[in-house]
């Protein structure tokens, strides 16, 4: 996403294109590309099957990452559409916007959209579901939050937000925020809300089964129309072979991360489509900077040098399901990093850091919840005890994993962050000042470069703040290693039509039919 109104960040289009020329091949060979499924006459009807990786922590919007969407997603709507670059879009439930002040916005409100359950989605619930967002205990968009300093609703179809310091970037951020009913909403509570969340999308919640799966219907009011399908299964397999195996044998018509590995699978069935779309979300490693043992410098240090990312994505991922990538904050910049690259694989250097010491570390990582998460974590693992660490391998449950984090239980970690908006200040205020998620990485220093780089004038002068932060952050006192961007890979059956696989990897599913 761009947040200065200007053309789409050159280094994200170039990485797309870098991706796109490696996979072309295969999605020709498969029948499919990166734009979406092949197409014939759809039927209007039928219910998709669609295999997750997991199950979602949440179905309440506040409180979930927002990978899980591609669930609940279909239940409920952004305040704001984006394109495919990121861009803000007036076709959303928010139809316009515009700066009266360098901190003041006002916001028109799509006239006569419902909720699923009769009430009217109108100005006053545009700003209760900004300000749920901004104070729930657990809200995930909290630290983001931070900037509004008040939002209120003027009539049915205005709303006025009012922000703390310059903070150009307001549009994209509302396009993370899901519309919610308050009446409903303040009437369940958040617990029970996410057991039946009611909003304005394109299908309703039919059923939730924990463990087994999430069954949507066919909202017959939908404001943009109604969809093409009657309804969608969602349930999950942690196991990317047992996706594949849902699909090959027709117990599925859509599976989500299929495994790189046995892509040929996919390509050589003639019931089956591969679809392939270079992503925004990235895999990365994170150290606790002020826990034992991480604390020490010279060990975070020794820990970046011996971890080899361009061998992971060569052994692991075939060069196909991933794409090395050194930077973190730079990738989401308007321009190359201004910065040297970060650490670079040295095990000798590792080794030499360490001066013969054999400090013991616990690496914890998740299994199941990203494409090849469980095996990068033992590379990973083996690359730290070949240069001198004494390593505890972790391996945990996604729901495990992330009911301890927060907690502060772990002292050196890796999971896959995508940023929720495509603007530098994703990752900074995300996960390195005193207010992030993570707060790993809590340093005085990175607060104010922060806050200098949101009140930037121009691009260039955040632009280069922003590269000061990624080279104190990476370089200097080495909080994360950032190993690779992820491909999504997308298993279909040749009856689906009208897929795209998307960047975010959030499926659009209000566009996908059946065909006969």
Known sequence: MTIFRRSPRRNLAALGSVLMLVLVSTACASGGSGSGSSSSTPIVGGTLRVITPTEPVTLNPIQSVISDARVWGSILDPLIDVDVAGTPQDSGLLTSWKQTSSTEWEFTVRGGVKFSNGEAFDAAAAAFSIKENKTDPKAKLATYMSVVSDVKAGDATKLHVTTTTPYIALPQLLSVVYALPPANYTEQGAAKFAKAPVGTGGFTLASYEPGQKITVKKNPDYWRGPGK???????????????????????????????????SALVNDPQLTLLSEPSTSEMAVFFETAKAPFNDEKLRKAASMAIDRDSIVKSL???????????????????????SKPTSYDPAGAKTLLAGSRPTITFSYTVGRY?????????????LEAVGFDVKRNPLDVTKFFELRPKGAFEMYMYQISP????????????????????HCVDPKIDALSAQALAAETVQESDKTY???????????????????????????KKVDGFVAPRNL???WAVVSLKN
């Open 420 to 439: 929720v908006f495509l603007q530098p200040d994703v990752y900074v205020h995300g996960f390195l000042t005193n207010n992030s998620i993570t707060k």
């Open 317 to 339: 991922f075939h060069g196909d399901g991933a794409q090395a990538q050194p930077f973190l904050i730079g990738q989401l910049m308007s321009s190359e990093p201004k910065h």
């Open 467 to 493: 590269a000061d932060i990624e080279d104190y952050v990476l370089n200097q006192k080495v909080c994360n290693v950032p190993l690779y961007d992820v491909v999504g890979l997308y298993g279909l059956s």
């Open 506 to 508: 959030l499926p659009n």
């Open 229 to 263: 399908l009657d309804g969608i299964v969602f349930s999950w397999a942690p196991d990317a072979a047992s996706r594949l195996s849902l699909l090959q044998t027709g117990a599925a018509d859509v599976a989500i991360d299929v495994p790189v590995e046995q892509k």
């Open 371 to 383: 494409p090849q998460d469980s095996k990068v974590g033992e590379a990973v693992s083996g690359m």
